[in-house]
Structures are given as C-alpha cells and as structure tokens.
C-alpha cells in the first residue's frame, strides 16, 4: 500500500501520530455526510426501507470486516460502554467466582465489572503486567490465572497504552476449558488489525468507531455470539421488534426481536447522517484491509527502531504496529517531551509512563524520522 495522507485533510506541516485518540476525517465520510444532509433538506420525510436498508448493509460491512458469516450478530452502539453493559446485564455472576482483567484496562472495559463483581460477590481480578526484561508474556499471565472459578475474562486484543497484542486464540481455547465466557474490547485494533471472529468465537467483540473504524463520533460496533442469543437488551425499542418494518401494525404489539444480535442495537440507530458515513468508512477499510494497514504501518517503523533503541527508549517486542507505546529513560521528564513534540507540531498521546504513538495509513516514513529527531535533540 502507498501513503494514502490524500483521503484525509491533513495539513503537509501536521504530524499526526495520534490515531489511537482519533482518526482524522476521511473526505469520503464527509461527503457522504454532506449527500445525507443535503438529501434531509430536499425530503421532510423518510421512507420505511431507509430505517433498514443501508443499517443491513452496514452490518454486513463490519461482519466482512472482522470476517464473520452471521451479519446479524452485529448490534449497532453509540459506544464501547454501551456494549460491554449490554454483556454485563446478561452475564450471570454468582458468589465465589471470579472476573478477570489485566493492569491499566481502559476504564468503559473495567468499570461494569466492578459493579457486576460488587452486586454479585464476585472478585474482580487484576492480571498484572510482566515486570521488563522477565521476558515473561502477557497472555501467559493471564492464562495462569484463569481457573475453575474463572466466570469471564475480559480484555483488549490490543493494550490501548502500550500496544501489548494478546493471544486471543490461546485464551478462548484455555477459557472454553473451564466454561467462562471471553469479552473482547476492540475499540484499539479493529480496522487496523486482522481479527477473524469465526476462528476465535468472542462471546462479545465490542468496538468503538471514532478511531480505527474511521467513522464519527458516537458509533461503535458490537458482535455477540451464542451465549447472547436469548439475552435482554438495555434498552426496548420499537425497531428492534421482529416486524417492525411494518409500520402500519407498530401498536400490535411484539415481544419477539429482530433475528439474533438486533435487539441489541441503540434505539434511533438508523441514523441519516452517521449510517452514510460509517458506511463510507467500512467500504474504504474493506477496501485496504486489516492485513494492508497494519502492513503499511510495520514500514513505518523499521527505519527508526534501531535510532529509538539506541536512545535508551523501551517497546514491546510482542507489540501492534499501529499503536506503539515508548517508555523513555528516567532522566527524560514527560512534560519536557511534550512541550518538544507541540513546538513541532507532531501529535501524540501519554499513558502512563509512555508514549503512545499510533501511526496510520496516512502517515509517512519521514514523520516517525521527525519523532525520532525530536527526541535525539531532547
């Protein structure tokens, strides 16, 4: 793949490595965006196939996407925290078990299992981060941990502050040996990295759009498997009734859903503006492909690593491409960089004791030289 900087509106002097926050706008979202609203302008109203239409087709986008077969075990959500409460409203608990997550979890994946653990009389239990150099793994770790009690483990594919890849193949195998259920958070990988949902069999995969999906604000995406078939959704809306395309017979009222993963879906999910857009974002990902972007990104790296290396600066070894955390030497203070890296207009994030770099497809080889530089001269 080519530097594809000409889909986005990015500036020639912006260094942009902060995907991992936001992706910037891709003109196609924009237009798409901009068709919709013109369209709302030139119709008051709506006709019934567009509250399902483009949303089937959506789904069937994400479903390629994450290559999964069922495009109805798609739920449409305005967030991550919106599907893992979904998982956690229908994931029984019961005293004595236990619940597992790994250091530092992004919050929206932690707190839910705090409640659910508290009201239950569950542990929630931290699976720490190997010490450096042990040369110990993560997902050795966790797999330790996992036992008889064990009721769920919950977890990114990717660490959002480091870029640690986890081994979800190994982890479904080790928790389908003691019965608990697997819930991905993949808000920091898919779009950027191959995901096979057929091959690992989440109970849930839950992903944020507004970031590696390259869709707006207020979109995600959530894939449930079996053990949520029969479940109860947060919310009961009209739409994710079965017949609910027949608007004439709304009022005879239906206590069945829509086929698999639709009642889960937020009420008012069909929306006129952000559907073009994600659908936009879908098709160009499609397009590129999980294995192109995170190809692409690998070339980014490899001119530098060896200068970053020689700096005293730490990575994982077992690490994503598009999302890098750098831990720096102890005599270089955070706040020093960060002023540097602003001075020069390049865009990053810090968590923690690191620096998150998260590079994309519309980045170029030079860019990462500039960080590279910066730091030397720091």
Same mark, same amino acid.
């Given at each position: 793949m080519h530097c594809q900087r000409h889909l986005f509106p990015l500036r020639d002097d912006e260094v942009y490595l902060n995907g991992a926050s936001r992706s910037p706008q891709l003109h196609a979202g924009a237009d798409a965006a901009r068709q919709a609203l013109q369209w709302r302008e030139e119709n008051s109203g709506m006709p019934i196939e567009a509250f399902f239409e483009p949303v089937q087709q959506l789904k069937a986008s994400f479903a390629q996407l994450i290559h999964g077969r069922e495009p109805d075990r798609v739920a449409l959500i305005p967030a991550a925290s919106y599907g893992i409460a979904t998982v956690a409203k229908n994931l029984a608990l019961t005293r004595g078990q236990e619940f597992l997550v790994v250091q530092d979890q992004f919050p929206s994946n932690y707190y839910a299992w705090h409640r659910?653990?508290?009201?239950? +009389?569950?542990?929630?239990? %931290?699976?720490?981060?190997? %010490?450096?150099?042990? +040369? !110990?793994?993560?997902?050795?770790?966790?797999?330790?941990?996992?036992? /008889?009690? %064990?009721?769920? @483990?919950?977890i990114a594919q990717v660490h959002w502050a480091d870029g640690t890849i986890f081994d979800l193949l190994a982890l479904r195998r080790r928790t389908d040996e003691v019965g608990a259920w697997l819930v991905i958070d993949g808000t920091q990988s898919i779009g950027a990295l191959p995901f096979d949902v057929e091959r690992i069999r989440p109970d849930a995969l839950i992903a944020g759009g507004y970031k590696w999906l390259l869709g707006p604000y207020?979109?995600? =995406?959530?894939?449930? $498997?079996?053990?949520?078939?029969? +479940?109860?959704?947060?919310?009961?809306?009209?739409?994710?009734?079965?017949?609910?395309?027949?608007?004439?017979?709304?009022?005879?009222?239906?206590?069945?859903?829509? /086929?698999?993963?639709?009642? =889960?879906? @937020? +009420? #008012?999910?069909?929306?006129?503006? $952000?559907?073009?857009?994600? #659908?936009?974002?879908?098709?160009?990902?499609?397009?590129w492909t999980p294995?192109?972007? #995170?190809?692409?990104?690998?070339?980014?790296? !490899? /001119? @530098? @690593?060896?200068?970053?290396?020689?700096?005293?600066?730490?990575?994982?070894? !077992?690490r994503a491409h598009h999302l890098v955390g750098l831990r720096l030497p102890a005599h270089l203070p955070l706040e020093r960089v960060n002023q540097a890296l602003v001075d020069r207009n390049i865009s990053v994030s810090y968590r923690g004791d690191s620096v998150r770099v998260s590079p994309n497809v519309y980045n170029r080889a030079e860019e990462l030289q500039q960080l590279v530089e910066a730091l030397t001269q720091i």
């Open positions: 659910l653990c508290a009201a239950a +009389g569950a542990t929630l239990r %931290t699976v720490p981060r190997p %010490t450096e150099g042990s +040369g !110990e793994s993560w997902t050795d770790r966790v797999l330790e941990a996992i036992t /008889p009690r %064990t009721a769920a @483990v919950a207020g979109t995600g =995406y959530a894939w449930y $498997g079996p053990r949520m078939d029969d +479940g109860i959704p947060l919310e009961e809306n009209w739409i994710n009734r079965a017949d609910s395309h027949e608007f004439y017979r709304l009022a005879d009222y239906r206590h069945d859903y829509r /086929p698999l993963a639709a009642r =889960y879906s @937020v +009420g #008012q999910h069909s929306n006129f503006i $952000g559907i073009p857009m994600q #659908q936009a974002a879908l098709d160009q990902l499609n397009e294995e192109g972007v #995170q190809a692409y990104t690998a070339t980014l790296w !490899e /001119p @530098v @690593v060896g200068e970053l290396r020689a700096l005293g600066i730490e990575f994982n070894e !077992e």
